[in-house]
């Protein structure tokens, strides 16, 4: 920077243009020095096993059936010795009858025109199953993977939430699988299966809707008739069951489910491919090369996703549950169709075997079920949601749900004399049902509670949501504080060194003029950048005082899912992890000691010693 001649000192943007070229460098050193790795993703890839030789052209059954083995994976028995994978999807909630809102479709799709069929829509999932609903190997097993980190599943010691789970096909249902269970039709099902062919181990094909709910069916039949039957038991014999999965359970298994942050599963339309080609984790159609694929591959042919899934794009378009609606103004329209399809094929091009984009086929095409070459499915383990050990629970949450009592200090209004106004609004109805004579006026009063009820528990989701975007602005500020307060060090440091090696040699009215106003742009990016952080700081501050308008109880609850998402061991999940903390100190802070809460010491809090 400081070879060139003495008379002609470095201009001011260009000096600034060096400054920025050495800040990414300069941010990364304070981002190890915080203790925090590069960025990378949480979750670790699972990809099959690479072995020398030739692939054999006949499968054997673990091929056809678990042809990549995990430690997390959840076990079935079928028919002739074979058995069906499934792996967990954990739905964070705050009980029964709550549920995660997510956005399902594309943000681009490729085909713009076709908006109405796949454009991003909101829709609420939940699972059937706690961890005590669960055999006991499985809840060993959900239970270690969530203490030590399940994305954003609760911990199981977290009080304001809790993991509610469904399971999931790993793989699509092989050939091999598929007739093990048609065979459970046949005299001597039970005898030894026949050889495994080439096919076995591909994804079952040419099956329609009803075909695929009358294969589930008999699965579920034959498991129930074990001993042991090795399906989670709720009371008075009603046993979980399979089934083909909806569009919102398959999606959100699909593109990662739990181990993708909010953030990641709203905004982007493919899981993260760690840097690897998307042909790494899908069988599809590139029109670039030299041989197309003629068939399906063999299940577990490709690396898995985040949540350990194999080919939730490409291989077989995988039908669901759902019957067809149109995606119109982020809702789903009235009108219902035929069944969804859902990832794509072997057949299809990259952006066709998007998690998101999705396909209507009908049930009938002429005079037979419709069935495709490229066309299978992968199972559920689902659950009623209404067994009678949850009915006191249900009962209690749903007499909680809604209720909004008003703000202390509320004053009565003009109807004080009918109704206590500072009173819970739902209870004092209750009460006036109770002393009304009239038929005509309780269904009123009954049709105004339920009203009621309803507004209050959109008003809740509203506030709930509300308070996790001032939790995360709070944490993005803070981040944003100390990238200022690095820029603003490495604008200082500059200046002095070029004060030091170029200012004090210029020898002559022009060379001493360039320095001058080379000098005073420094000065004044500095003298910026200080504003920008005091604004910032003040944005930050603001925010940890609009915590008080939240329930505490509300805000610590969406604290502790904001915590669930940065439970990851990459650098991103770490550094936001230091900020979480310290905003979690703050609003306590306020919250108790309000005049202890200054700008001196959320500076002190945020920034190191030598960055204050």
Request: charged residues 25%; hydrophobic residues 35%; contains cysteine.
């Amino acid at each position: 920077m400081y070879d060139q001649p003495l008379n002609t000192p470095p201009r001011p943007r260009r000096a600034l243009r060096q400054a920025a070229s050495l800040l990414a460098g300069v941010l990364f050193l304070a981002t190890l020095l915080a203790g925090a790795a590069p960025v990378g993703p949480a979750w670790a890839l699972e990809c099959p096993q690479v072995r020398g030789g030739l692939a054999p052209k006949t499968p054997t059954l673990d091929k056809a059936t678990n042809p990549n083995p995990s430690e997390l994976d959840i076990v079935l028995p079928m028919p002739g010795g074979g058995q069906m994978v499934f792996r967990h999807v954990c739905v964070p909630a705050s009980g029964y009858l709550g549920d995660l809102k997510l956005d399902l479709g594309c943000t681009d799709c490729s085909r713009p025109d076709l908006a109405f069929m796949e454009a991003r829509r909101r829709a609420h999932l939940a699972g059937a199953f706690l961890l005590e609903d669960l055999p006991p190997a499985w809840r060993e097993k959900l239970t270690k993977c969530a203490r030590q980190g399940d994305g954003r599943c609760p911990n199981p010691d977290d009080k304001t939430a809790k993991g509610y789970y469904y399971l999931i096909g790993k793989y699509e249902v092989s050939r091999q699988q598929w007739e093990a269970v048609r065979r459970l039709g046949q005299p001597q099902a039970e005898a030894q299966a026949p050889p495994l062919g080439p096919d076995d181990a591909r994804p079952m094909t040419n099956i329609s809707w009803l075909e695929a709910q009358q294969f589930a069916a008999a699965y579920t039949e034959w498991l129930l008739k074990q001993k042991p039957n090795p399906l989670p038991q709720f009371a008075d014999g009603r046993a979980a069951f399979l089934r083909l999965p909806t569009e919102a359970e398959w999606e959100y298994a699909a593109r990662g489910g739990q181990m993708l942050s909010e953030l990641q599963f709203n905004q982007e339309d493919m899981f993260p491919l760690q840097d690897k080609p998307l042909s790494d984790f899908a069988v599809f159609t590139d029109k670039g090369a030299a041989k197309l694929p003629e068939k399906p591959a063999w299940i577990g042919s490709r690396c898995a996703n985040p949540l350990g899934l194999f080919d939730t794009a490409g291989n077989v378009s995988e039908m669901v549950l759902d019957l067809f609606s149109f995606s119109v103004g982020h809702r789903v329209h009235g009108g219902i169709g035929g069944f969804v399809i859902k990832g794509g094929s072997y057949l299809k091009t990259q952006p066709e075997i998007l998690p998101g984009r999705r396909e209507e086929m009908p049930l009938y095409l002429g005079q037979a079920p419709y069935r495709a070459e490229d066309l299978g499915l992968r199972l559920v383990i689902a659950g009623i949601q209404t067994p009678r050990t949850r009915e006191q629970a249900l009962k209690g949450e749903w007499a909680k749900l809604g209720e909004q009592k008003p703000e202390a200090g509320a004053t009565p209004g003009a109807l004080a004399k009918e109704m206590d106004q500072t009173q819970d609004p739902i209870g004092q109805i209750d009460r006036m049902l109770k002393s009304a004579t009239n038929e005509a006026e309780k269904k009123n009063l009954k049709y105004l509670r339920d009203v009621m009820k309803a507004n209050n528990s959109i008003i809740a989701e509203q506030r709930a949501e509300s308070a996790k975007g001032v939790i995360r602005t709070a944490m993005f500020t803070a981040e944003s504080l100390l990238s200022y307060a690095v820029r603003r060090k490495f604008l200082e440091m500059t200046l002095q060194d070029f004060n030091a090696k170029v200012a004090s040699k210029a020898n002559d009215p022009e060379s001493q003029k360039r320095v001058e106003q080379t000098v005073a742009k420094f000065q004044q990016d500095i003298r910026r950048m200080d504003e920008i952080f005091n604004e910032s700081l003040n944005f930050y501050l603001d925010r940890v005082k609009e915590s008080r308008n939240y329930d505490p109880n509300v805000f610590k609850a969406q604290m502790m899912r904001i915590s669930d998402e940065l439970r990851g061991q990459d650098g991103l999940s770490k550094t936001f992890r230091q900020h979480w903390s310290m905003l979690e100190k703050h609003v306590e802070l306020y919250r108790s000691q309000p005049g202890a809460f200054t700008k001196a010491q959320v500076r002190a809090d945020i920034l190191p010693e030598n960055l204050r």
